[in-house]
């Protein structure tokens, strides 16, 4: 650990939370090569642990105070990493004095509203860590540690099937249907593609699952598509009455819940997108939003009554 100066600091400082070993934890990316393991918090859930500050080499520091804070943040790295904290609490666990051997101090937020979900994406970040702060006169010691927050807010109950309709005029007509349109991440889509109609020579047909980031707002806005799986579920060319089935299990993919509007920063949505392509290659694609949500029996917590 370093200060603002690129001088070394004299101390080590450790994060523990309490029961961290028997609480679930998750592997997700945080960069393009790199994961991380966080342990799963859920909404109003207190955060208790211990901060262990160990001095180097027999040293003894001066300090004007020891701050533990737990805070809430969106990073919007395209907004030239402007960070927005919308949480903060924050108690002093030293009055201004000095450290002369390691030293422990304890640490409790009660019944912590974290209302909203972690998510690390390629515009935005949304992010819930402890941080330690010994002030001192030239620069202050800072040392964060991350927790990763799961929201469980069901959806309304309704959940209606798909249909749409892909055409061109006097070429092509086909229908198809998806079982609904609301996914828990453990789901399987369940659908048929109808040929009503078919005058050109289609290779193959494809179904993919779109995340789509959107960050900022108006006028600096940035759109972000990252395809998460692509599926063919067909090869070769049909014939006009054929049914092609789909299914698609989704536990095997890394997704998330769908995002609306969170703190008016950023959405994550998601979306099907079928794609025909035919002999000359060019491409005919229709679009359709799925809302997707997480149950806590899926992450292996006991059912609320409306997940039963």
Known sequence: MESLFGISTPVDIEVLFQDEEQRKHIDTRVEKDRRERYPIYLDGENVVGKIIVKLRGGKKIEHYGIRVEFIGSIDLFCEKSKSFQFLSLSQEVASPGELVQTTSFDFEFKNVEKQYECYNGINVRLRYFVCIRIARRI???????????????????????????????DCLHIDFEYNKSKYHLKDVIVGK???????????????????????????????????????????????????????????????????????????????????????????????????????????GYPPDVSEE
Not at 152 to 168: L, R
Not at 203 to 214: F, V, Y
């Open 193 to 299: 593609i109808y040929f009503l109609l078919v005058r050109i020579k289609i290779k193959t047909m494809e179904l993919s699952i779109i995340r789509r980031e959107t960050t900022g707002s108006l006028p600096n806005l940035y759109n972000e598509s990252e395809n998460i799986t692509k599926f063919e579920i067909m090869d070769g060319a049909p014939v006009k009455g054929e049914t092609i089935p789909i299914r698609l299990f989704l536990g095997g993919f890394e997704l998330g819940p769908t995002f609306r509007d969170i703190n008016k920063k950023f959405s994550i949505r998601y979306y099907l997108n079928l794609v025909l392509i035919d002999e000359e290659n060019r491409r005919y694609f229709k679009q359709q939003e799925i809302t997707m949500f997480r149950r806590k029996i899926d992450d």
């Open 139 to 169: 620069a202050d010691i800072v040392r964060e540690r991350d927790i990763w927050v799961n929201s469980y807010k069901m959806p309304i109950e309704v959940n209606n099937s798909i249909k749409m309709e892909v055409g061109i005029e």
